[in-house]
């Protein structure tokens, strides 16, 4: 198996990620020019860019550093899912329970649309037997 330099694997971690290079090196601290240059390979990581990378992004450290082994440590953050949560946490608690509650109204027409799309396929499977 071919082991592809560090600088490669960084940006393997945020492309999995599915995250841009600005909400990457945010979520770890630095600058985004410094974190292009790191990608680039023009720039080393240190001891501590590794651990942000690994604590933040779940990353095995091992993986990161030599390239062997899995990726992941664990499953992957849904990153998103935590950005919507730092928004939510500056909001006043009467926008967010206003953004909760429309959550919930979503949640439930999403549930209500999924139900109604799996009556017609059973009636479809139904109907050619």
């Known amino acids: 198996m071919k082991v592809f330099p560090v600088n490669n694997r960084i940006k393997a971690v945020r492309e999995a990620l599915g995250i841009s290079q600005k909400d990457f090196c945010r979520g770890i601290f630095l600058s985004q020019s410094f974190y292009a240059k790191l990608e680039k390979g023009e720039r080393n990581l240190n001891e501590r860019i590794y651990e942000l ?16 082994g899995e990726m992941f440590s664990t499953t992957p953050p849904d990153v998103e899912l935590e950005q919507l949560m730092e928004i939510i946490k500056e909001l006043d608690p009467l926008f967010r329970e206003y953004i909760i509650q429309q ?9 209500k649309s999924k139900d109604a799309k799996n009556i017609s396929k059973k009636k479809k499977t139904n109907s050619s037997l």
């Open 53 to 68: 990378i690994s604590n933040k992004y779940n990353i095995n450290k091992e993986w990161l550093i030599t390239g062997n």
């Open 103 to 111: 959550i919930k109204q979503l949640a439930s027409l999403h549930r």
